[in-house]
């Protein structure tokens, strides 16, 4: 089915630890975004990427990296992590309406 | 700063309610609307899209409004069921230095009991 694929699911950190959560889509979507899901605070936006090659930072960039492999891929990196990090984290992507992936459930304790 | 609120923030209600719910937003200058579901545990599933020029769509029993001038859209369930036990999520696109951002409401969890 056409739409947005993230990777891994689950994951659990280490205060510390790097990684990085994979996101890509097919329907030739210019723009792509990566948002974090917390209780009480609704979804916010980290970073996007309004073409390839190009990425800024949203709402709440910091302790994050992106990457625009290419049109398809959108990659968000972790390079500490942190407990504060401890979120679902959607990728999406948008012509005109936004399709959104089925999320990473990340814990770092 | 466009901020969007969704009230209520939970909704109980027996199958068969027709029912409604609500979204403001606080700056009219707006590309679209977009209203999502979202069950626990899972993603983000779109239901319907609201251009700035339109008044409102439709898609079974589904009925979304967009009043843009007063900053508020509405959607409208008909005939509940409990299958539509979820949280609603309400997104604005917004320009911002040239580029179009969604900001979501907080949502409302609604419950359709049997």
């Known amino acids: 089915n056409a739409g947005v694929t993230q990777t891994p699911k689950f994951q659990v950190l280490k205060t510390g630890q790097s990684m990085t959560l994979q996101c890509a889509q097919d329907m030739n979507h210019n723009s792509m975004y990566w948002y974090r899901q917390d209780p009480g605070m609704g979804l916010r936006l980290i970073y996007y990427?309004?073409?390839?090659?190009?990425?800024d930072k949203g709402e709440v960039p910091n302790g994050y990296n992106v990457s625009r492999l290419n049109k398809r891929e959108f990659s968000l990196r972790l390079e500490s992590a942190a407990p504060s990090q401890t979120s679902v984290y959607f990728c999406?992507?948008?012509?005109?309406?936004?399709?959104f992936g089925s999320g990473t459930r990340l814990t770092v304790v | 700063k466009q901020e969007v609120t969704q009230i209520p923030a939970a909704l109980s209600v027996p199958e068969g309610e027709n029912l409604v719910l609500n979204c403001s937003f606080t700056?009219?200058?707006?590309?679209?609307l977009q209203w999502f579901r979202q069950d626990p545990g899972k993603g983000l599933t779109s239901l319907l899209l609201?251009?700035?020029?339109?008044r409102e769509q439709t898609s079974g029993r589904l009925n979304a409004s967009l009043d843009k001038s007063s900053g508020r859209s509405t959607l409208y369930i008909a005939a509940s069921q409990p299958g539509d036990s979820a949280t609603y999520l309400c997104a604005v696109r917004e320009v911002d230095t040239g580029f179009q951002k969604l900001v979501f409401g907080t949502g409302t969890r609604l419950l359709v009991s049997p």
């Open positions: 990427s309004a073409s390839e090659g190009t990425t």
């Open positions: 609201i251009q700035s020029s339109q």
């Open positions: 700056d009219s200058a707006i590309y679209n």
């Open positions: 999406a992507s948008s012509y005109s309406g936004y399709t």
